[in-house]
């Protein structure tokens, strides 16, 4: 009997003649020497690893040091850096799914994994824009701007992260423990299974429209504004 979230291979052989693709956290690199590649690909998600949680560390303790600098760019600043610490979290479970190639983690972590990584990966994208923003209003001089006011700024990061976290939720409900077999064995994958292809076609568009599309022009027109602003400056003096 499947366990709680997992999926019976009967279901998967039903399905296996879909042109269906499965997110398997495996790695992409196979050779006759597995070993030796393994190694080189857990070494190099170590070394990212360790340059971006040093990196973000330090950043934070820049930016606490100096409390009374604390204004709107800087807590977004802050707000980037502990997004990215929760982003990178991810990469010592993809690391061992590496050596492994099945899925050892359990259920609650296949659910939260790639859950957590798209969270932080979109609060990352809004606060990108949310400084761009911030970065025009203080260049177009708009010193009464609501973001500069704390409770704003506060309730402008909350709202970063809620959105970031409601529009994330279908990935952590469908993401779950897939068996199928493999070389005569079982094996388990931990992979995104949507209920439907409508669902998935909708969710896919509404989210790269709104958490990409968006913010990606916001980020444009504000520095685009901003390079205006300077080159005004520049040749009016």
């Not at 949680?53 to 100096?66: A, D, K």
């Not at 492994?100 to 809004?126: A, K």
């Not at 299974?193 to 504000?222: K, M, N, Q, Y």
């Amino acid at each position: 009997m499947p366990g709680p979230g997992e999926v019976p291979v009967s279901w998967f052989e039903e399905r296996r003649t879909e042109n269906k693709t499965y997110f398997s956290f495996f790695s992409d690199f196979r050779g006759h020497n597995v070993t030796a590649l393994r190694v080189a690909e857990s070494s190099a998600l170590a070394s990212i690893f360790l340059l971006a949680l040093v990196g973000n560390v330090w950043g934070i303790w820049l930016l606490l040091q100096r409390p009374r600098r604390l204004r709107a760019a800087n807590c977004l600043v802050l707000n980037l850096f502990c997004a990215d610490l929760l982003f990178i979290t991810a990469m010592p479970f993809i690391a061992v799914v590496r050596w492994t190639e099945s899925w050892v983690l359990g259920d609650t972590v296949c659910h939260m994994l790639f859950y957590l990584v798209s969270l932080s990966g979109t609060v990352i994208i809004l606060s990108l824009s949310a400084v761009s923003l911030e970065r025009l209003v203080s260049i177009a001089r708009l010193r009464q701007a609501a973001l500069r006011r704390p409770k704003a700024l506060a309730a402008a990061l909350l709202l970063i992260w809620a959105l970031a976290a409601l529009a994330t939720i279908p990935l952590c409900c469908f993401f779950r423990v897939v068996r199928l077999p493999a070389a005569g064995q079982e094996m388990q994958i931990c992979t995104l299974v949507w209920p439907s292809i409508e669902g998935e076609i909708a969710w896919d568009l509404t989210f790269a429209v709104v958490f990409f599309l968006v913010p990606g022009l916001l980020i444009v027109i504000s520095y685009s504004k901003i390079l205006q602003k300077s080159l005004f400056l520049l040749y009016s003096i």
